[in-house]
T-cell receptor
Framework: TQLLEQSPQFLSIQEGENLTVYCNSS?????LQWYRQEPGEGPVLLVT?????EVKKLKRLTFQFGDARKDSSLHITAAQPGDTGLYLC?????????????FGAGTILRVKS | NAGVTQTPKFRILKIGQSMTLQCTQD?????MYWYRQDPGMGLKLIYY???????DKGEVPNGYNVSRSTTEDFPLRLELAAPSQTSVYFC??????????????FGQGTRLTVV
């Protein structure tokens, strides 16, 4: 059973467009992370969000943590070809899952120039 | 800084063969993880360890074994390779479980094909 649901699964857009991808769970997150993975590489951490309602910005990327800490979104403004990759959300800290670090299935983003 | 190092990078196995995927980290991290990633998909947790001598199953442990005799090393063993184990395998480590300590550092991956 996938604990984290990510949507959409695949997104293909033109350079300069805006986009939002989502990560949802039926359970409360203690914290949530977003990673980006490029082909042939391991994932790299973009951000960790901890507090409900928290918003973090990383250049053109805006991350939001839902008030109830069950969902998160990643918004990219004016997407560029360099944003192409697989975006993964990850969570840990739910008591029944102990120390596991679990990932969603990811959103594949392709930005065309 | 080496970070997390995985070997080999590529391997082709015949059905029924065995192999060990090596993973070592030089950051003195307590937590280590093995994931598999099928094409275009996310990461599925195979096994993890919270410290030397302690391991536990993840989401998809069948067909794999691990050991953690030292803080640095966390090898993954495939005993009887099957085509369903064709995948890219990633090893990762984190310092701890508090949010400020949970950044996962990944190796470059091992691409395994079972034929």
């Amino acid at each position: 059973t996938q604990l984290l649901e990510q949507s959409p699964q695949f997104l293909s857009i033109q350079e300069g467009e805006n986009l939002t991808v989502y990560c949802n769970s039926s359970s409360v997150f203690s914290s949530l992370q977003w990673y980006r993975q490029e082909p042939g590489e391991g994932p790299v951490l973009l951000v960790t969000v901890v507090t409900g309602g928290e918003v973090k910005k990383l250049k053109r990327l805006t991350f939001q943590f839902g008030d109830a800490r069950k969902d998160s979104s990643l918004h990219i403004t004016a997407a560029q070809p360099g944003d192409t990759g697989l975006y993964l959300c990850a969570q840990r800290g739910q008591m029944e899952y102990g120390n596991k670090l679990v990932f969603g299935a990811g959103t594949i983003l392709r930005v065309k120039s | 800084n080496a970070g997390v190092t995985q070997t080999p990078k590529f391997r082709i196995l015949k059905i029924g063969q065995s192999m060990t995927l090596q993973c070592t980290q030089d950051m003195n991290h307590n937590y280590m993880y093995w994931y598999r990633q099928d094409p275009g998909m996310g990461l599925k947790l195979i096994y993890y360890s919270v410290g030397a001598g302690i391991t536990d199953k993840g989401e998809v442990p069948n067909g794999y074994n691990v050991s953690r005799s030292t803080t640095e090393d966390f090898p993954l063993r495939l005993e009887l390779a099957a085509p369903s184990q064709t995948s890219v395998y990633f090893c990762a480590s984190t310092r701890g479980t508090l949010p400020r300590n949970t950044e996962a550092f990944f190796g470059q991956g091992t691409r395994l094909t079972v034929v």
